[in-house]
């Protein structure tokens, strides 16, 4: 199936070293230095995408205990509810 979507095009200017190493291990892995580079932005983003709703997840209290509860010995938590 072809893709409609316009794509545009992003020129990078990178040090020579460094389009050397990347076009290295995109041919060891049998790709080329488009898909590689394609994936590793995707991969990137995900991770980035990853992290950011993990902290999101840690700021969400709903059906958690404080500390100070979860401390308590069962003897207090029973003088608290008897």
Do not use: C, H
């Amino acid at each position: 199936m072809v893709s409609s979507t316009k794509r545009s095009r992003y020129f990078l200017d990178i040090d020579p070293e460094l389009r050397n190493r990347v076009k290295a291990i995109a041919a060891l892995q049998g790709k080329t230095m488009k898909t590689w580079l394609t994936e590793a932005i995707i991969e990137k983003l995900e991770d980035d995408i990853d992290a950011r709703e993990g902290l999101a997840a840690l700021g969400d209290t709903a059906g958690t205990v404080s500390l100070r509860d979860y401390l308590k010995s069962p003897e207090e938590t029973r003088r608290v509810q008897g």
